[in-house]
């Protein structure tokens, strides 16, 4: 049997903890326990921003890879962190996961970095989370907010003040006030107790971050046989429903847990906040394009690849449910 | 380290050493420069050193790796004394000598790793997203010549103290 | 090869080039490095291949060395260790230390409670141990160097009470073990306060009783003080207390972080050394000088034990001896000793985050099983973590005080001198293991 080393750099709590668990035991399963998976979590093996190298060198068979760390070498798969009006967490991960699989810009950059895309996490959408009362986003002005990537650079130009700051100061600078929000999802503000020192949430239902997927080394890929290439794969597939669904659960039970809760508040983005916020997200979209042009590639193709596919699923999500 | 150091006297640190010393200062002061311009600046109105956690990040790297060599020629590294204090001056050379070998095979191992990191951050040209988007390959550039003048440093301490111990000094 | 088996090897090795006195740095490094090469290029069941090991083998050294050097966080332990220079240079401790002889000179050992008080302060705004012995070995042994006191009692006094930054909150640690344990951290920082006052009272008697058995180590002040000199001691405090006050003031109403702390009380104390006229830009390069060679010291060896801790989670040493140790299925009481001794052995040789995150995962799930409370392990575990910071052989807290103090005050001494406190370290675990409600009477209580 082939053991394979996976890295995370999370813990091993916590929803995406256990649908990588789920995906392990079902790889053992279904190849009937010739693909074993050790975990080393909490980047004890490397961290997240190095665990793309782990994977293409060889130091870690399998590994989850944040996009954002990569802007350069994965230049094209962070496509998913943009804040385009996508944030149903199951269209969005099926729309980034085809688009992974067959889209040409897609298959030479993972070639180019020497790896093999599996499938595909969600943050799910960015809410804010605050220590004082925020309704709206003219209330977000002159906050000081811990928020990262071009969801960053939206807030700052509706004129907050964005922080950054190490992820392990960051419940200690929301309790002392040096920061006002941070940038966060529902499943992960419970997750990290950010709720005890910060008791305001925004839900702004805004985005999500989708250039999060797990990855596999080229050579162990490929040395599976036939059998466990297709395990693989399917689990891999199946593992995008399994992730959805402990995903909503694990989110909808936070919010209930929230508003049952009554030190805790939350609020909701009006629709006409909505509006503005997917059009001050569009400066962002460009600039990421412009990045992507000036390396020859057709950003706009590829964007367009990417919004039929969102389409296609919204569509096919409202035939399912 | 106490004992050793009275035997084997430190050698002179070179030219490159000590210049190398002054920048790992001026790096350790820019980082309390950068962070108290930015918290009082952020106190007052708005941060002004753009990108100020990954500036420190890259200072740090100087900080630590561009006085390696310098305090290996001062004999500064800290080891166990307990169990080889009642050596005679000779077991002292010879301990001497079996430390360099092992620090040679570290530091050419680390020397050669750093190498190859420097070099994929060259080619990859991956950058830290932020507003100066600071090039990865800066830093492991840093580090590299660092742990390579390290690696002579080492080298030449070998070569010095397996030479009083022929002369048996 | 078997990993276990080239682990146990791997160790062997470590601890025989630890006894021939080869620098700390190079034995775990070399070592180390040695073993990825072989663990990657050696799979069980086929030859050995270096030239398979090599690529990622180099690939993980380069990695985890250079992301441990390339730290924001871990840029608060340089500043720190430049504070007490500065400090040093500016009269800020001479004046405070004479300030303080002269204020308990009735009190056996006093300086050396004045400065495990002050690494208790200290640990209250730092949340990090080893950043705590930095700053507060640099102040504090010269100082009572100064007056005689015995290099043992100085050194290890405050090797001891740098331990005290995890205990007492806030402390990183403790935000690390809530994320692995998903447990309250405003509950996890209570749980810390009475263990780490617990351990303070506990150090404080430590030199008391050892002042006792021999003054002469902490010599007490002869001479008559006149009401004079009593005001002048007093006034002397008002630089340390300035500059306690604007880092303490300055955390807690949110204008900065404790990393950030450590580059604002820097720039503070040049500030009062500017005002006050004694600090000369000499003194403020020589400061730097003196602070980046120890800084490189310290962190080659932090380095080499980063790269140590990577190879020792490849092996799979830490799940092998749980699931061994979880198969034999012995009582409740047998297991968390048996969980114990564990992290105290782990605690000789790996550093502390690469301890959580390497074992929690492991442990966690056979607490939970016998149905511990999650807080009161988590107090349990920091707590031998410190204790970990102190032993020998790789004590980085006791590397730490050595890297930062004269060197007439040896490894051994430092080793030695913590060894006291060392014994009072295990009564207190034996206390917070025994009394669980010692760790959760705070939390419980708090709603
Ligand atoms: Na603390
Ligand atoms: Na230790």
């Given at each position: ?321 | ?169 | ?104 000179r009735k009190l056996p050992g006093g300086l050396a409670i004045a400065s495990v008080n002050g690494c208790a302060g200290f640990s209250a705004i730092t949340g990090s141990s080893v950043a705590c012995a930095a700053a507060m070995g640099r102040i504090a042994v010269p100082e009572m160097l100064k007056y005689n006191y015995h290099p043992r009692l100085a050194s290890g006094s405050v090797a001891a009470g740098g331990t005290l930054g995890s205990l007492i909150p806030p402390s990183l640690l403790f935000v690390i073990y809530a994320i692995f344990t998903e447990q309250s951290v405003n509950n996890l920082f209570l749980a810390g306060v009475v263990p780490g006052l617990l351990t303070l009272v506990g150090f404080i008697l430590t030199i008391s009783i050892w002042c006792t058995i021999r003054p002469q180590d902490g010599p007490k002040l002869k001479d008559d003080i006149g009401k004079k000199d009593k005001i002048e001691a007093v006034i002397g405090l008002w630089p340390s207390f300035l500059l306690f006050f604007v880092v303490v003031g300055g955390i807690y109403s949110g204008i900065f972080t404790p990393t950030e702390a ?186």
């Open positions: 049997s082939t053991v394979l080393r996976f890295a995370d750099y999370g813990p091993n709590r916590g929803v995406r903890a256990e649908a990588m668990e789920w995906m392990a035991s079902e790889l053992e399963k279904r190849s009937d326990a010739e693909i074993k998976i050790d975990f080393y979590w909490g980047g004890s093996l490397v961290g997240g921003r190095d665990t793309l190298t782990a994977i293409e060198s060889g130091v870690a068979d399998a590994g989850t890879v944040v996009g954002f760390f990569t802007p350069q070498q994965l230049q094209a798969y962070n496509i998913g962190d943009l804040p385009v009006e996508n944030s149903d967490m199951w269209v969005g991960m099926r729309a980034i996961h085809d688009l992974s699989k067959n889209s040409e810009t897609l298959q030479e950059e993972f070639e180019k970095s020497g790896v093999v895309y599996l499938t595909n996490f969600t943050s799910g959408p960015v809410q804010l989370i605050c220590r004082s009362e925020v309704n709206s986003l003219e209330d977000i002005k002159n906050l000081k907010i811990r928020a990262s990537g071009p969801y960053a650079d939206t807030l700052e130009t509706l004129g907050a003040e964005v922080i950054s700051m190490s992820q392990a100061d960051v419940y200690q600078a929301l309790d002392s006030g040096l920061l006002d929000c941070n940038q966060n999802y529902y499943y992960s503000i419970d997750a990290y107790r950010q709720y005890e020192v910060a008791p305001y949430i925004l839900e702004m239902d805004w985005g999500q971050n989708l250039s999060f997927g797990i990855f596999a080394n080229k050579f162990s890929y490929n040395s599976l046989n036939e059998h466990n290439k297709n395990v693989v794969n399917e689990t891999s597939e199946d593992f995008i429903d399994h992730f959805y669904k402990s995903l909503k659960n694990s989110n909808e039970s936070a919010k209930r847990k929230f508003q049952e809760d009554e030190s805790i508040n939350i609020s909701y983005l009006s629709e006409e906040d909505k509006a503005l916020l997917n059009e001050s997200s569009k400066l962002s979209i460009n600039e990421w394009k412009g990045r992507l042009e000036s390396n020859g590639v057709d950003a706009e193709h590829f964007l367009e690849e990417y919004y039929t596919l969102i389409d296609n699923y919204k569509i096919e999500k409202t035939k399912v449910e | 380290m106490g004992n050793i150091e009275l035997n084997l006297p430190p050698a002179q640190p070179n030219r490159a050493e000590l210049f190398m010393l002054n920048i790992s200062v001026i790096a350790f002061y820019g980082m309390a420069i950068i962070v108290t311009t930015n918290v009082i600046s952020r106190w007052i109105g708005r941060p002004i050193i753009p990108d100020d956690i990954l500036l420190v990040q890259e200072l740090m790297v100087i900080v630590i790796m561009f006085p390696l060599a310098l305090i290996t020629a001062c004999r500064l590294h800290i080891s166990v004394d307990v169990f080889t204090e009642g050596l005679d001056k000779k077991g002292k050379k010879i301990l001497a000598l079996l430390e360099h070998s092992v620090g040679l095979i570290f530091l050419f191992l680390l020397a050669w790793a750093a190498t190859n990191g420097m070099s994929k951050a060259w080619s990859t040209q991956e950058y830290y997203s932020g507003v100066l988007d600071i090039p990865v390959w800066i830093g492991h550039f840093l580090f590299t010549i660092g742990i390579l003048f390290f690696l002579f440093r080492l080298a030449i301490m070998a070569v010095y103290d397996f030479r009083s111990l022929l002369r048996g000094v | 090869m078997d990993p276990i088996f080239l682990a146990s090897i791997v160790v062997t090795f470590v601890l025989i080039l630890l006894a021939l006195k080869v620098p700390i740095a190079y034995s775990l490094g070399s070592c180390a490095s040695i073993g990825l090469i072989v663990y990657f290029g050696w799979r069980p069941g086929s030859d050995l291949n270096i030239q398979s090991g090599l690529k990622p083998a180099l690939q993980l050294i380069e990695t985890n060395a250079y992301a441990f050097v390339h730290s924001y966080p871990l840029s608060m332990i340089p500043l720190f260790i430049g504070l007490g220079h500065i400090a040093y240079h500016a009269d800020i401790t001479t004046d405070l230390y004479k300030s303080l002889r002269i204020l308990l450590a580059a604002v009380s820097l720039a503070v104390a040049v500030m009062i050394g500017i005002a006050r006229q004694k600090l000369k830009l000499s003194s403020v390069i020589e400061a730097g000088k003196e602070t980046v060679r120890q800084t490189a010291a310290i962190f080659l060896i932090a380095l080499a034990a980063k790269l140590f801790t990577t190879f020792i989670s490849l092996s799979r040493v830490t799940p092998w001896i749980l699931d061994w140790l979880s198969s034999i299925d012995p009582p409740f009481v047998v297991v968390l000793l048996a969980i114990v001794v564990f992290y105290l052995v782990i605690g000789m040789f790996l550093d502390s985050i690469g301890i959580l995150v390497l074992t929690l995962p492991f442990t966690v799930p056979i607490m939970s099983a016998y149905g511990v409370d999650l807080i009161w392990f988590g107090v349990i575990v920091i707590k031998l973590l410190e204790i970990g910071l102190i032993t020998p052989p790789v004590g980085l807290n006791i590397f730490v005080i050595r890297g930062v103090t004269p060197p007439s005050v040896t490894l051994t001494s430092v080793f030695q001198g913590a060894g006291a406190f060392l014994i009072l370290d295990f009564v207190v675990l034996a206390m917070l293991l025994s009394f669980p409600v010692l760790s959760l009477w705070l939390p419980n209580s708090a709603f």
